[in-house]
């Protein structure tokens, strides 16, 4: 049954993910003439365009490739729960990085403050930003819930293995 919730779970995610980087994220108005609402995709590549690469490599990095990466690892994990990649170095990597899977959601609530409280520019969150958030928390619970299944059949496997040495 758990197999069940991660699988709903990380289709949620990867829809929640597709969507969250390109609907609008943010919503900026500044001195009530100009109005911007980029999504994560368009920003990377107004980055791109101005020549920004470093902060694109770390904005395309953390925000796209890093989920994406995470949200492969984890279904290959739940689908193919004996592959090599279940059990590579970069599983364990994965999810040492996956604690700072919120932070761009910090990041632009911090901009959306600090926009509001500047009084030169007002703004809001878009739906992007609550997709993508939703992303993040669907995929580390469906991650949370399928490292709990793998652990409990493991100590299963441990305590027939002991039980079979004890009968011999």
């Known amino acids: 049954m758990t197999r069940l919730y991660v699988a709903a779970l990380l289709l949620m995610a990867a829809i929640c993910f597709g969507l969250g980087i390109t609907l609008p994220i943010i919503h900026v108005e500044k001195l009530y003439f100009f109005e911007d609402t980029?999504?994560?995709?368009?920003?990377?590549?107004?980055?791109?365009?101005?020549?920004?690469?470093?902060i694109v490599i770390a904005v395309a990095g953390f925000s796209?490739?890093?989920?994406?990466?995470?949200?492969?690892?984890?279904f290959t994990?739940?689908?193919?729960?004996?592959?090599?990649l279940a059990h590579s170095p970069i599983t364990r990597f994965a999810g040492t990085l996956s604690k700072w899977s919120m932070m761009d959601v910090l990041l632009v609530a911090i901009v959306i403050f600090a926009a509001k409280?500047?009084?030169?520019?007002?703004?809001?969150?878009?739906?992007g930003l609550w997709f993508y958030a939703a992303s993040a928390i669907s995929g580390a619970i469906a991650a949370g819930l399928l490292k709990r299944e793998n652990n409990h059949s493991t100590d299963f496997k441990h305590l027939n293995d002991a039980s079979s040495e004890f009968k011999k």
């Open 77 to 84: 994990t739940a689908i193919a729960p004996d592959a090599k």
């Open 117 to 127: 409280t500047s009084g030169l520019a007002d703004a809001s969150a878009q739906p």
């Open 38 to 54: 980029p999504s994560l995709i368009e920003i990377v590549g107004e980055m791109w365009e101005a020549g920004n690469w470093l």
């Open 64 to 74: 796209i490739l890093f989920p994406l990466m995470k949200l492969a690892i984890v």
